[in-house]
Nanobody
């Protein structure tokens, strides 16, 4: 059973930056497309960034140019660098397999004040 633990969220002013981390149990990141998702209150969970096994990256239009996904295979960790944050980025952020979901972690709350 894969376990995912997200961290790094917090309260930040608009224009600020945060770096989220997601640690996965086991050495699985080299074999999986990984994604960062977010869910704002009253909205569906959405995929905002994806890192494939061949290290290509795909971003939602809403975060393109501001967010960067990366992975550290030896550390079993996926990162999301978020720059120039906007109030509409406020949400709970989760990481997961981008193809076939594993059990969800608890997520990490990101709140951007205007």
């Amino acid at each position: 059973q894969v376990q995912l633990v997200e961290s790094g969220g917090g309260l930040v002013q608009a224009g600020g930056s945060l770096r989220l981390s997601c640690v996965a149990s086991g050495s699985i990141l080299s074999r999986a497309d990984m994604g960062w998702y977010r869910q704002a209150p009253g909205k569906q969970r959405e995929l905002v960034a994806r890192s494939t096994v061949i290290y290509s990256t795909i971003y939602a239009d809403s975060v393109k140019g501001r967010f960067t996904i990366s992975r550290d295979i030896p550390k079993n960790t996926v990162y999301l660098q978020m720059n120039n944050l906007k109030p509409e980025d406020t949400a709970v952020y989760y990481c997961n397999n981008a193809v076939q979901w594993w059990p969800w972690g608890q997520g990490t709350q990101v709140t951007v004040s205007s």
